[in-house]
């Protein structure tokens, strides 16, 4: 069983930069692939980002690229979304998940664990 926690979000201001963290706790957290996705009102979740357990990114969505950063520390047992560049369009619950079987995959459906969320909220 893998537990997953976001912290991190709140308000900010268009151009501005927020920070998410993902803790996640469970077996051999260190060995698996974590993922990035947000879902706005209305709208289906998306990929936003995700990382192997190697902490090689697997991939951005096209909308972040160039504006987000994710990495992690496996010491720590966290992964990190470093969101620079905030646009109102930004504005969504941002959800962390867990492949544990490590399939490389922006696929929502291809990861096991998800976190609760946590909101971001980009005024313009």
């Known amino acids: 069983q893998v537990q997953v926690v976001e912290s991190g979000g709140g308000l900010v201001q268009a151009g501005g930069s927020l920070r998410l963290s993902c803790t996640a706790s469970g077996h051999s957290y260190g060995t698996f692939n974590m993922g990035w996705f947000r879902q706005a009102p209305g709208k289906e979740r998306e990929f936003v980002a995700a990382i192997t357990w190697g902490k090689r990114p697997i991939g951005y969505a096209d909308s972040v690229k160039g504006r987000f950063t994710i990495s992690r520390d496996n010491a720590k047992n966290t992964v990190y979304l470093q969101m620079n560049s905030l646009k109102s369009e930004d504005t969504a619950v941002y959800y962390c998940?867990?492949?544990?079987?490590?399939?490389?995959?922006?696929?929502?459906?291809?990861?096991?664990?998800w976190g609760q969320g946590t909101q971001v909220t980009v005024s313009s």
């Open positions: 998940a867990a492949d544990t079987t490590n399939r490389g995959s922006t696929r929502r459906g291809d990861y096991d664990y």
